[in-house]
């Protein structure tokens, strides 16, 4: 009985952490609702973006370095959730390791989960020549860290497309509604809100030979060490119309 009364406190516990985290203005992002779907080719210039909303606050958690620009906008229409990242990145890291390439690049990245515990969630990680690595995992409350991770999982219907430019790279995507529906994502009966986590991979190549591995994110999740893979990382994406 003690079991289980410790582990309800804890669902409570971290249910009432994210509640909070998610009602702070900033960690909330309104998806604009647009009448005409953006282009989704990797050039990240149709006019459509200018209607949305312009997420800049990024930062390094883990360090101490000035974190490089980086824009995030998303649009919706009743088909799907269209989204772009601008990103400023001096030095591009490109995996070419037929195992892990994408692993080894810099790269946006999304993340969404069904519930506030994390008892599923999915990730999807776009590097600079739109190669996408996708999981489907979970969270164990009482350990603290992630559970399961089954990286054979796939986004159905999504479309990615990347460029590189003079000052970095720009990743723009696109995710059916119906494949968000399909994994029960929304949070509400009105389908217009998303348990989001917003990062980035900012990878720079070393001369040996090796990668520096810095992480950025939109909601600081105050652990000691780089970790994308727990509630507090998530923040509120909302749906407007």
């Known amino acids: ?7 309800s406190a804890i669902m409570i516990g971290s249910l009432a952490a994210f509640q909070a985290v998610a009602g702070e203005a900033d960690n909330q992002y309104s998806v604009n609702f647009t009448q005409q779907a953006p282009v989704i080719d990797g050039k990240g210039l149709d006019t459509v973006w200018g209607s949305a909303q312009s997420l800049t606050d990024f930062s390094f958690p883990w360090r101490t370095d000035s974190a490089p620009a980086t824009e995030f906008k998303a649009l919706w229409d009743h088909d799907a959730i269209y989204f ?27 993340f969404l989960a069904k519930d506030p515990q994390l008892t599923a969630y999915y990730t999807m990680e776009v590097d600079l020549k739109a190669r996408v690595f996708s999981a489907k995992a979970s969270y164990d409350l009482v350990k603290k860290k992630r559970a399961t991770l089954d990286s054979s999982w796939n986004w159905q219907g999504l479309v990615t497309k990347a460029s590189i430019t003079d000052n970095g790279y720009i990743v723009e995507g696109k995710l059916p509604i119906t494949t968000i529906t399909e994994l029960g994502l929304w949070q509400d009966e009105a389908q217009s809100e998303l348990l989001c986590a917003l990062m980035r991979a900012e990878f720079t190549p070393l001369k040996d030979g090796n990668i520096d591995m810095g992480w950025m994110t939109w909601v600081d999740p105050k652990t000691i060490k780089p970790n994308f893979h727990n509630p507090d990382t998530f923040g509120s994406c909302k749906l407007v119309k």
């Open 1 to 7: 009985m003690k079991n289980i009364l410790g582990l």
């Open 84 to 110: 772009r990242y601008v990103l400023e990145d001096q030095h591009l890291a490109i995996g070419t390791d037929p195992k892990r390439a994408i692993l080894d690049s810099d790269r946006a990245e999304i």
